[in-house]
């Protein structure tokens, strides 16, 4: 890279002086513009291998059922594929009555001849033309002056409105695009376009459409915003009009500069989902809807099953989506680190039925795109005990309680840095039954019995294995757990007990968890699952025993 990259690099700077009759920047998007895909276009004509009619025609069920309306169907005078599918869309009626097809063309009219003959016998249909206008493309191009460029664009208008004469069956809506249109002289990009609409003459009720590309993002979309704002104020016939944008994404700001461009005035966004296109792609249609639904604004667009909606993108593109990719990708409702996995777990506990979102890192409800919440939260090393509690719960049912999800992520803090990877709830479930729920060495409980006496007193008689060997042993006390406790003989305190149900009905289970002191030696929890609540808590004392009786080196008298 250069030090100086100024001496081969120079901005783009659209107008001369600052544009300051701009007021976009205190709008807010309120509703959602008209979408117009062109996957099976601009998209198409970016692919290693360009889509055969099969993913083609595929493509295009998909979108509509995602609810686009207007769709950019091919290029039919490029190659003989895109025509015949063009042909097969409306020979074999797959065009349904709410949709209307859209085909570019250059302004030759040879191909605007060609272009017809394809969409002979459509409902409706809209013709695209377009012609670069900026400087670069003036002179290294066409080596043509301005005057010459704009008469392409009228040229091109002019042969478009004999053809259309020439298949009166068909509604025709116009649409003209200055390609280049952010490279070039606002004044330019303006003269040409009235010039166009004015040889069109669109009335309100018969519109044509302008569309303003970034067919190379080449600025802040600041910059892009002014630009639609001085050509929405000055196009003739504004009320004739839909003013489209078109950005592409170089710079990787193609979503900011449509949103910017949608508040300087423009009606409609071209692009392609999940932003396929030349180069870095064309603006994404799902960020841009999902952007807009996240404000509490209905996009009119459909990705409630987002997972399937890319799995055809993909198939057809022969392309993946990221998995940051935003609302789609992966990985975009998976926190790995332990703070946004316990905000997130707080989150959801606390989020209401029909009340405003507000968990924690998450910008959309996962379940409203079709996500489930299953991967919402993943454990490897970043995590903390808040990732580690959420999996437990969600999966089997235990809620640890908060000084045992500290004490049992050490032991999973151990496993994922051992391994470098991640742990999912299974494993997280044998290591908690390793550590915990399997610990019945030395002491084992064989078999008990518990006699209230009319006094209050509570008796237990266990029978133990210790090291393999049955030992029966009786113990009274206050309660089942106390006399429980003495009838094991270890001088143990309890420090703190939890329980609760796994489960409802006849087939639930109980989850127990003490804290135990076990002589001079430090505290540490013991737990157990049981069908009976009352063996889940011995069971649990017992692994709080062994569990000591191991960290003390197997030197602690049982
Ligand atoms: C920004 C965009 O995405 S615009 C859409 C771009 N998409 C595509 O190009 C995909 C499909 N295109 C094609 O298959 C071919 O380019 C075709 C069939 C349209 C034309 O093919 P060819 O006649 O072989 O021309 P070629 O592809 O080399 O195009 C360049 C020629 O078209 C001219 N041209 C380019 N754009 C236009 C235009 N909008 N109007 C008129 N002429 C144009 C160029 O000046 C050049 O002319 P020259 O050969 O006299 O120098
Ligand atoms: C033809 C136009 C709209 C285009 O595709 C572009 O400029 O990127």
């Not at 797959?94 to 394809?118: G, K, M, N, Y």
């Not at 191009?141 to 478009?160: H, R, S």
């Not at 209905?298 to 990705?303: A, E, Q, R, V």
Request: hydrophobic share 40%; with cysteine.
């Amino acid at each position: 890279m250069l030090s100086d990259p100024s001496k081969k690099y120079r901005p783009v700077i659209p107008f001369a002086a600052d544009y300051a009759e701009r007021t976009w920047p205190t709008r807010r998007l309120t509703a959602a513009p008209i979408w117009m895909s062109t996957d099976l276009r601009d998209g198409n004509q970016s692919l290693i291998e360009p889509m055969d009619s099969r993913r083609k025609m595929r493509f295009f069920k998909q979108l509509i059922a995602v609810g686009l309306k207007e769709i950019e169907v091919a290029f039919p005078s490029a190659s003989q594929t895109d025509f015949d599918f063009v042909r097969e869309l409306i020979d074999d009626g797959h065009i349904p009555a709410d949709i209307t097809i859209e085909v570019i063309t250059q302004s030759r009219p040879d191909l605007i001849a060609r272009t017809f003959e394809a969409c002979a016998g459509a409902r409706r249909v809209i013709v695209h033309l377009y012609n670069a206008i900026a400087p670069a493309w003036r002179r290294l191009v066409f080596n043509m002056t301005p005057e010459q460029i704009k008469q392409i664009a009228l040229d091109g208008t002019a042969w478009v409105r004999e053809q259309a004469a020439r298949y009166p069956d068909t509604e025709w809506v116009f649409q003209y695009s200055p390609e280049t249109f952010s490279m070039a002289e606002p004044e330019f990009a303006l003269d040409v376009c009235n010039a166009v609409i004015d040889a069109w003459q669109p009335t309100p009720e018969r519109k044509m459409i302008i569309n303003l590309p970034t067919t190379v993002e080449c600025t802040t979309p600041n910059l892009y915003a002014d630009q639609i704002e001085y050509m929405h104020r000055r196009l003739h016939r504004r009320e004739a009009l839909v003013l489209s944008v078109h950005p592409h994404n170089d710079r990787g700001t193609g979503v900011a500069a449509a949103e910017l461009a949608l508040l300087a005035g423009a009606d409609r966004v071209e692009g392609c989902l999940f932003g396929n296109g030349e180069r870095t792609g064309n603006v994404d249609l799902v960020t841009l809807a999902l952007n807009l639904y996240t404000q509490g604004v209905s996009p009119g667009l459909d990705f409630s099953d987002i997972d399937a909606v890319r799995q055809c993108v993909e198939h057809c593109n022969q392309l993946p989506v990221h998995p940051r990719h935003p609302y789609g990708g992966d990985l975009v409702y998976t926190a790995f680190s332990g703070s946004h996995q316990d905000a997130i777990r707080k989150g959801f506990a606390q989020q209401q039925d029909g009340g405003f979102w507000e968990v924690p890192y998450l910008p959309i409800d996962p379940a409203d795109l079709g996500r489930t919440y299953d991967a919402v939260i993943r454990v490897n090393s970043q995590s903390g005990k808040g990732g580690i509690t959420y999996l437990l719960e969600q999966e089997y049912g235990l809620a640890l309680p908060r000084r045992l999800q500290i004490e049992f992520s050490r032991a999973v803090q151990q496993l994922t840095d051992s391994s470098g990877s991640e742990v999912d709830a299974a494993t997280l479930y044998r290591t908690f039954e390793q550590e915990y729920l399997q610990r019945t060495t030395p002491l084992k409980r064989l078999h008990h019995s518990v006699q209230s006496g009319t006094d209050g007193q509570v008796a237990v008689t266990v029978t133990l294995a210790l090291d393999g060997q049955p030992h029966t042993r009786v113990g009274q006390g206050d309660g089942a757990l106390a006399a429980f406790i003495d009838a094991v003989g270890v001088p143990v305190r309890v420090m703190d007990f939890h329980e609760h149900a796994i489960g409802q009905g006849a087939s639930a289970r109980a989850a127990c968890y003490v804290e135990l002191r076990l002589g001079e030696h430090g505290s540490g929890f013991g737990a157990g699952v049981h069908s009976d609540i009352l063996t889940a808590s011995f069971d649990a004392v017992l692994s709080a025993v062994n569990r000591q009786w191991a960290a003390a080196g197997q030197t602690l008298p049982l």
